[in-house]
């Protein structure tokens, strides 16, 4: 596959378009039956205010397959980075993981003293941050970082640590790759910081990667380029990865399944396609029909009304009840559960109302 710019940006008017551009090409029945590298429970995150306690992760649940890559969507403050942070269990105080299992191969990730998780994050499960300025360690070279870790999960001594970070600066497309390995984050380009921390995340051969919007910081050129180096070096590893973003078009091209989450919760889940192409849940279609298209003329694009409320007005049944057009009184007091949609496989809907 090789995504140009131009097809990156038609990408970004998929959602008005049957999705054609099945990159993994996998069966439905395939991933049912595959077992799940990760398996979330029941997780809930909530943070300890003076104006009272939130959850800004509120009871979801779902599974990551071998190979597979789930892409989690919505606006922002809807949860997404959150999740990701839990299962890397970097929520520090006033944030407390409060409830739910998130297990890596079986093996309970929340519930690893900091020792046992210290010895998974950066090996066996890694994470490429939303803005690697901030991610990186402004005083050390890149390769200083890299080589540090790959030290402690593979053992390698310096001088093979060494080589082996200059291998995956290449291997993401960094050129010169023995000077930038010796150059510190300011000296490298948006871009290519951005590579430098792809290659750290793929450094230890990781099971599972989070990517937490990875390509939000870039211009569109740079985007396309590192999608399809990620999707590559996805495809070369067989990793499970877990994609967030707000772009649709991004998730339409990268994810296999979509979560779409709101206020903490999940609206809606599913194959790429079937989401995409049929919106069931009031919201995951107002941000479809929010994306501007190729070719549409039109004085104003289409938004959803309000705002997203603060976690303590949020109401005490669906979270997106103050904004839906859909909403019925028992919206306003229960929750709607995540009812499956039987004629499509791992599909669910949380609405008394869908479309």
Same mark, same amino acid.
């Given at each position: ?128 941050? +939303?803005?690697?300025?901030?991610? *990186?360690?402004?005083? %050390?070279?890149?390769?200083?970082? !890299? /080589?540090? =870790?790959? @030290?402690? $999960? ?68 740079? +985007?396309?380029?590192?999608?399809? *180096?990620?999707?590559? %070096?996805?495809?070369?590893?067989? !990793? /499970?990865? =877990?994609? @967030?973003? $707000? ?68 109401? +005490? ?39």
């Amino acid at each position: 596959m090789s995504l140009s710019a131009a097809s990156f940006i038609f990408a970004f008017d998929s959602c008005s378009y049957p999705v054609q551009h099945d990159l993994k090409k996998r069966k439905a029945q395939d991933l049912i039956t595959s077992n799940p590298v990760l398996k979330v429970d029941q997780l809930e995150t909530t943070f300890f205010l003076k104006s009272g306690p939130f959850k800004a992760v509120n009871r979801i649940s779902y599974e990551i397959n071998q190979g597979q890559t789930l892409g989690i969507v919505g606006e922002s403050g809807c949860g997404k980075s959150v999740t990701s942070f839990s299962l890397m269990k970097l929520i520090g105080a006033p944030g407390k993981i409060t409830h739910g299992s998130a297990k890596l191969n079986g093996v309970d990730l929340i519930q690893m003293s900091p020792g046992e998780i210290e010895n998974v994050r950066g090996g066996k499960m890694a994470m490429i941050f +939303q803005e690697p300025m901030t991610a *990186l360690n402004p005083v %050390l070279t890149i390769g200083y970082q !890299m /080589s540090e =870790q790959i @030290i402690k $999960h593979l053992r390698y001594n310096k001088s093979d640590a060494r080589n082996r970070s200059i291998e995956m600066l290449e291997l993401v497309g960094i050129p010169s790759a023995k000077d930038r390995h010796d150059s510190y984050p300011h000296q490298l380009s948006g871009g290519m910081r951005q590579r430098a921390m792809i290659a750290m995340a793929l450094s230890c051969n990781p099971q599972f990667l989070i990517a937490d919007e990875p390509t939000t910081a870039l211009d569109v050129t740079i +985007q396309a380029q590192i999608l399809e *180096l990620f999707q590559g %070096l996805q495809e070369k590893l067989n !990793m /499970s990865v =877990q994609f @967030i973003t $707000h772009d649709l078009g991004v998730i339409s091209e990268v994810s296999d399944q979509i979560l779409v989450m709101y206020g903490g919760q999940m609206c809606e889940t599913g194959n790429t396609q079937d989401v995409i192409n049929s919106p069931r849940h009031p919201y995951t279609a107002a941000l479809i029909q929010s994306r501007p298209k190729l070719g549409q003329k039109v004085s104003r694009l289409k938004t959803i009304e309000g705002s997203v409320p603060a976690p303590h007005e949020l109401p +005490q049944g669906c979270p997106f009840a103050t904004r839906c057009t859909r909403v019925k009184t028992e919206c306003w007091t229960v929750k709607p559960p995540m009812t499956p949609i039987t004629s499509q496989p791992l599909r669910a809907v949380a609405c008394f109302n869908p479309l």
